[in-house]
């Protein structure tokens, strides 16, 4: 047995997660949800000053957005589209049958107009674009969503559905690239109020295919692609507990985002993974959040 499964194992049996018969599909205990309520509050604090547009969208999007997004160029392997069906009763008759002799009923299934959101912000972009140009000295937003990911796998880390929490600021170049600066610099205060130790290192997304490796090595050279790492499930490959990620123009052009003056807006964006930040919070000081150190229980419970 791997360190992964032992912790997935150990969160099972502390009840915090709860198995589905799914991987990375879980369900989450009272304590569990009281840590990611309690760190979301800690980010409100930090960020709540900048006067942020609170937006929540459901964890599913409009499909027509989701094709303009061109997830399905970079991230076939990652999406989750909603199917339905759509037949009459002739065809609900087949279905049954179909489900009585154990073959496949899901390929009649039709897609329908959600699919479900890969990232906090992606549903962000062509809501705001139809408002008109942004507002002077640009916008910025506040976003929280669970987030689908084609991604099974036995690091309970690396879930399905699971919440982004996400600052998106949009405006110019320089505006942009400050907030995302901003937030490298006061996550490093955050983390060590709860006790965790963190690096920063540029990374990059995992583009789907040989042409993805171009993109990954070109966003990795223009440094288009922090991650805040947090030890985890292992120490020489530390977990990915934020990412703090600039667009350049791509989506102000992709969406028609614009600044007063005509000009294509910048965009960027910093998001906190709340369960990965949560099971580090839970690796790192126990099981039990009654046995935390006094002064992260304070930074989080007050
Ligand atoms: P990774 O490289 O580990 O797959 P990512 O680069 O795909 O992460 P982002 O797309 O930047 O992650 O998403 C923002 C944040 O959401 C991540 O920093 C992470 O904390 C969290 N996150 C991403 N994928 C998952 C997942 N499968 N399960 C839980 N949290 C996730
Ligand atoms: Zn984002
Ligand atoms: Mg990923």
Redesign the pocket.
Known sequence: MDIQTSFLDLLFESGLLIDTGVD?LYGRSAQFEDVIAAFERLIDRFGGADGAEVIRFPSGMNRAFFETSGYMKSFPQLAGTVHSFCGNELDHMSLLKCMEVGEDWTKDQEATDIVLTP?ACYPLYPTVAKRGPLPEGGALFDLQSY?F?H?P?KDP????L?R?REYVCMGTDKHVTDFRQSWMDRVAEMMKAVGLEVTIDV????FFGRAGKMLANNQRDQKL?F??LIPITSTAKP?????F?YHQDAFGAKWGLNLEDGSVAHTACV???L???ALALLHHHGLDTVDWPESVRKALWG
């Open positions: 990375g990232a987030c990911r991604e796998s880390a690396r879930q399905q699971f982004m990374a990059n997304d995992p692609k991650e805040l977990t990915a507990c934020m990412s990620n998001g906190f993974g369960e990965r930040i």
